[in-house]
């Protein structure tokens, strides 16, 4: 059984950045692959960012790619978000994820997802 622990949140303004870590505990979660998600008000969780443990291959949703990064600590077992250039439109309470899956595109939809944090909110002032 694998826990994850989200931190980082908070409020900001257009265009702040801020990093948003995910912990992990009491599996082997280096046999997942690790993620984030988001939802927003109204809105239905959207794939944001994953990784494998084993290797730096990362996949973005299109609406972050060039502004979000994903990376992880091996040895502290965190998966960390670096966000850049916010917008409005981040604001969302975030979720750190895990799955055993094969491809990271194969974690978009969440179906695969074993594993959620219980979210972190992150808003975005216009």
């Known amino acids: 059984q694998v826990q994850l622990v989200e931190s980082g949140g908070g409020l900001v303004q257009a265009g702040d950045s801020l990093t948003l870590s995910c912990a992990a505990s009491g599996g082997d979660i280096k046999t997942y692959a690790a993620g984030w998600f988001r939802q927003a008000p109204g809105n239905e969780r959207e794939f944001v960012a994953a990784?494998?443990?084993?290797?730096?291959?990362?996949h973005y949703s299109d609406s972050v790619k060039g502004r979000f990064t994903i990376s992880r600590d091996n040895r502290q077992k965190t998966v960390s978000l670096q966000m850049n250039s916010l917008k409005p439109e981040d604001t969302a309470i975030y979720f750190c994820a895990a799955a055993r899956v094969a491809t990271i595109p194969s974690m978009i939809t969440g179906e695969y997802v074993t594993f959620w944090g219980r979210g972190t909110q992150v808003t975005v002032s216009s």
């Open positions: 990784m494998f443990w084993r290797d730096d291959s990362a």
